[in-house]
């Protein structure tokens, strides 16, 4: 089960990935809380496992400046037990076990060339059950596993859809600044083409489009997709006072989960998109 990290837990992680040693006050004061608030979080994410703050030691200054990727077939019964004696062998950094053509993969370091011949000859060969091995020396290592970066939350994604490109762009730029990702449609055909292939966690649905009840129609379509059916719409409209008023369906034939008239005001706005996609 994966561990959920807020925005917080990034930026310790961020920081502690530049420099391990970083106290918690200096963290503190990067990320502006308090000195304890901080020790709780980095004792959560170390018992947790979701970090782990060691020493790495850097091969090519210690006097190791080859590095060697390593690919081995081995008899699928004896696995684990080759992988366990890889692990032990001093010249090795790393250990995984792989699905395609090679079952393990592991990267060892040497002072001289020499050293590997010996290895393989020597040393792997002596494991019971390796069958075959392939060897790939590291030119030069572009990017560390201590520099990946944690990804930001996934936040969710939202499809405006109307026919006036100034609202679409007044609404993008509301939602945007709460981080909201935002697709935009101008028609209810359109909509529903780019919902069958994004699959948005909330549709944001005008009225009159290219047709006068253009929204309500493409909503009931939307409700009648096993596959789209769940995702809340919010219809957005100025029919409420318009001529065309009268054609409008009432709530009870309405397939949507809210109705906000325009000119719209962006607070309500968000705390309809935020209560439609957490139900709060």
Do not use: C
């Not at 409700?223 to 809340?232: N, T, Y």
Request: charged content about 30%; glycine content about 4%; aromatic content about 6%.
């Amino acid at each position: 089960m994966a561990i959920k990290v807020d925005e917080l837990d990034r930026r310790i992680i961020a920081l502690l990935q530049q420099d391990g040693r970083m106290s918690n006050v200096d963290i503190a004061r990067e990320v502006g809380v308090t000195e304890a608030t901080i020790r709780k979080r980095m004792d959560k994410l170390l018992s947790q496992e979701t970090i782990k703050v060691v020493g790495i030691p850097n091969p090519a200054k210690v006097g190791y400046p080859i590095e060697t990727i390593i690919l081995l077939q081995v008899d699928l019964l004896r696995y684990s037990q080759v992988a366990q004696a890889l692990a032990e062998k001093a010249p090795v950094r790393s250990v995984k076990l792989t699905t395609g053509e090679y079952d393990i993969v592991f990267e060892a370091v040497f002072a001289e060339e020499q050293e590997i011949f010996r290895f393989l000859t020597d040393e792997i060969a002596s494991i019971p059950g390796v069958r075959k091995t392939a060897t790939s020396h590291v030119l030069r290592q572009v990017k560390s596993t201590y520099e990946w970066a944690l990804p930001g939350e996934k936040m969710p994604q939202v499809l405006v859809v109307d026919d006036d490109p100034d609202f679409v762009e007044v609404i993008r730029s509301v939602l945007k600044t709460e981080g909201y990702e935002v697709l935009s449609a101008s028609s209810g055909d359109e909509a529903l083409r780019l919902m069958r292939v994004a699959r948005p966690d909330l549709v944001i649905l005008d009225v009159m489009m290219r047709g006068v009840l253009d929204g309500v129609r493409a909503s009931q379509e939307i409700r009648q997709d096993k596959a789209l059916s769940r995702v809340p719409i919010l219809m957005v409209s100025s029919i409420a006072g318009s001529d065309y008023a009268g054609m409008f369906p009432t709530d009870e034939y309405l397939p949507v989960d809210n109705f906000i008239s325009k000119p719209i005001d962006p607070s309500q706005l968000l705390r309809e998109v935020e209560r439609l996609l957490h139900g709060s």
